[in-house]
């Protein structure tokens, strides 16, 4: 069972990450926060994603700050820049703040959040200004449907996009109908955000209410989140970047590497969740 992702350009990772949307918000929490996101690395999940947007800075703040102890050189940092900010007049400055708060001189990756109204020539160009100057490494987007793909590849530089980071749970596969596809096709990685359902209670109560999914889950002798982890990693080139608020939860996600689903397993899940037959509009959360 393969356990890495591959960017374009050759730089490997485990796939299963550490998301931070939501870390931040409350100074009670950020101990816990912090505890949480060094047991990751040293689980050997060493990969974090945050964003600007993510409590106004606070979760990099966060990141920053659990990341101290550790060799830059064993991280791999990825941000995101809101989209009002990713022209030349403030992507520079957005990408500064982000390396101010997270204490490091250096992203690995820097993510267009979602598409905007700011040309995407224009953010094609900050980025690879910024690979320049030796802020970033790489760049990449998130919320990308098929179409933004399209004109991102057609633009000068735009090949040299490293991911894209949606929405993909077992109970959300719309892009397994052409997006994923599509990526692969040209070798460009999915960042996989809210793989054990975000806010979503309604769906998340019938996933984990359902049948298959606990007869699973309890054959394997592991939780529904172990369940749906092990769903989203099967896939190839797809890392999955939960969040999670404890040491515990941080262990348990990284036990369900270890998981490994049968086809009559992936039969019943498909089943009970199947992916759209036709093509709809990526999801976002």
């Given amino acids: 069972m393969k356990q890495t992702i591959t960017f374009p350009n050759g730089r490997k990772v485990l796939n299963l990450g550490q998301g931070t949307w939501g870390m931040g918000e409350e100074e009670s ?4 926060e912090v505890e949480a996101l060094r047991t990751g690395i040293d689980n050997g999940l060493t990969l974090i994603d945050s964003a600007e947007m993510y409590a106004e800075g606070n979760a990099e703040r966060v990141a920053g700050e659990a990341i ?52 995407l020539q224009e953010t094609i160009d900050c980025f690879e200004e910024l690979k320049q100057q030796g802020k970033i490494r790489d760049w990449g987007v998130s919320n990308f449907d098929l179409e933004d793909m399209q004109e991102l590849l057609s633009l000068r530089n735009g090949e040299n996009c490293q991911t894209n ?23 460009i990685p999915v960042m996989a955000y809210c793989p054990i359902i975000g806010q ?8 984990y209410e359902s049948p298959a999914v606990n007869q699973i889950a309890k054959h394997h002798n592991i939780s529904v989140i172990q369940l749906l982890l092990a769903f989203v990693t099967q896939y190839e080139q797809m890392i999955a970047i939960p969040k999670a ?13 270890n998981i490994e689903l049968t086809n009559d397993e992936m039969a019943m899940l498909n089943e009970a969740f199947p992916a759209p037959e036709k093509r709809i509009p990526l999801r976002v959360q």
């Avoid at 929490?29 to 816990?32: A, D, G, L, M, S």
């Avoid at 980071?165 to 070798?187: F, M, P, T, W």
């Avoid at 979503?200 to 996933?207: H, I, R, S």
């Fill in 200 to 207: 979503e209670p309604d769906l998340k109560e019938k996933v």
């Fill in 68 to 119: 101290t102890p550790y060799n830059r050189e064993e991280l791999f940092l990825v941000s995101k820049v809101y989209p009002t900010n990713a022209g030349e007049k403030r992507m520079f400055e957005s990408c500064e703040n982000s390396l101010k708060r997270l204490g490091v001189n250096e992203l690995d990756l820097y993510l267009l959040h979602w598409p905007g109204n700011i040309a």
């Fill in 165 to 187: 980071q949606v929405l993909y749970h077992l109970a959300s596969r719309g892009i397994e109908v052409v997006l994923y596809d599509y990526l692969r096709a040209n070798n």
């Fill in 245 to 257: 608020g404890s040491k515990d939860h941080v262990i348990q996600n990284r036990q369900a590497l």
């Fill in 29 to 32: 929490r950020r101990r816990n």
